[in-house]
């Protein structure tokens, strides 16, 4: 059996920057990189809808903002599946019978569902689809018999609990389930790329994004408006590295070669690195230098978008056709599944 990826995104929003360096980069070399046999990326609306239940057109009118982000930036339909997850019904059906493998205690301890509800202020009112999200995650990786799924640092414990389900699973009735493998960002500084004010998320409910549609005068604003070392408040003060966005979004996106056209004097991100931690650079001068990098990257994905743009209705055909192919491979999974389960009464 050949390698298989599944990845993908909740339709909440545009993209931003942190989803570009943290998986869409990774994604289009992997899916180029003729490694694998099925590349599935799926916009998650249904997993979306557990925390958005009582806004679903915010949902509805994502799905082609995600679509062109996703294009936009290299995924091609003739090489990767993409897919709406609510289309794929199946997926539903293999979280109800996961959920008989997993107990609640298990579910409070993942530290990923901790955090993304005290992040959204749930307390004690949390959607109980919004609880069993690892489970629906499981379901969504195992139906594809993905191999590989790439994704952030912060999800690790939501693919460690698929694991587990996996395993759970295959002892319980068959070998019928692959056990997926995590692959990271190999670039420290996307693992998980800060807000612009400094916080360690970069989140659409936060407002500290850069999307990757934004037009070139708002990022510039942004970038502008970044937080770096609040004690660095003289050109001629020593700054510090550490918690600095700035540098940060550098590390993520700078090349070398960039200096030559956009900071001659500078041959190298260590050598700007070292004279600001020595002192006699400025914020500013370092920010508009990011600027031009975070252009030179995006300037590209922004003009295919444009072209993309014009025919809305042939991208959500291109997610039509995706979705009858992925329904096809979850539905042969869960007749797997169900005949591992001795509840294929009538076939």
């Not at 609880?131 to 952030?152: E, L, M, R």
């Not at 999800?155 to 759970?168: N, T």
């Not at 190999?186 to 790329?193: E, F, H, I, T, V």
């Amino acid at each position: 059996m050949g390698k298989v990826i599944l990845t993908g995104d909740r339709p909440t929003g545009k993209l931003h920057v942190g989803h570009y360096v943290g998986s869409l980069k990774r994604r289009v070399e992997l899916q180029n990189s003729g490694e694998y046999k099925d590349i599935y990326i799926m916009i998650a609306d249904a997993q979306a809808l557990t925390d958005n239940a009582g806004n679903p057109e915010k949902v509805r009118s994502n799905i082609s903002e995600v679509a062109l982000d996703y294009m936009s930036c290299g995924l091609d339909p003739e090489k990767s599946v993409l897919f709406v997850q609510s289309y794929v019904s199946e997926l539903t059906e293999l979280t109800f019978y996961y959920s008989n493998l997993v107990t609640v205690s298990r579910l409070k301890r993942n530290p990923t569902v901790k955090s993304e509800i005290k992040l959204r202020g749930f307390n004690t009112s949390i959607p109980v689809g919004f609880f069993t999200y690892p489970i629906s995650q499981a379901a969504d990786i195992t139906a594809f018999k993905a191999t590989t799924v790439p994704v952030g640092e912060d999800q690790l414990p939501m693919i460690e609990q698929a694991r587990e389900i996996v395993r759970s699973f295959n002892s319980t009735y068959d070998e019928v389930l692959v056990e997926p493998d995590v692959l990271l960002p190999d670039n420290q500084a996307c693992m998980r790329l800060p807000g612009i004010d400094g916080k360690a998320k970069m989140s659409k409910s936060l407002g500290n994004c850069i999307y990757l549609s934004d037009d070139p005068e708002d990022i510039r604003k942004k970038v502008m408006n970044m937080f770096t070392d609040p004690n660095h408040i003289r050109v001629q003060d020593p700054g510090s590295l550490e918690g600095n966005t700035v540098f940060i979004y550098l590390d993520a996106f700078c090349r070398d070669e960039m200096f030559a056209e956009y900071l001659p004097e500078y041959s190298s991100l260590q050598e700007l690195k070292d004279h600001y931690t020595r002192g006699g650079l400025g914020d500013v001068k370092v920010k508009k230098f990011l600027y031009s990098v975070l252009m030179e990257e995006l300037s590209p994905i922004q003009a295919k978008r444009k072209e993309l743009e014009k025919d809305i209705p042939a991208v959500m055909e291109i997610l039509h056709k995706g979705s009858i192919r992925a329904k096809e491979t979850a539905a042969q999974t869960l007749s797997e599944v169900k005949r591992a389960m001795k509840i294929e009464y009538f076939d």
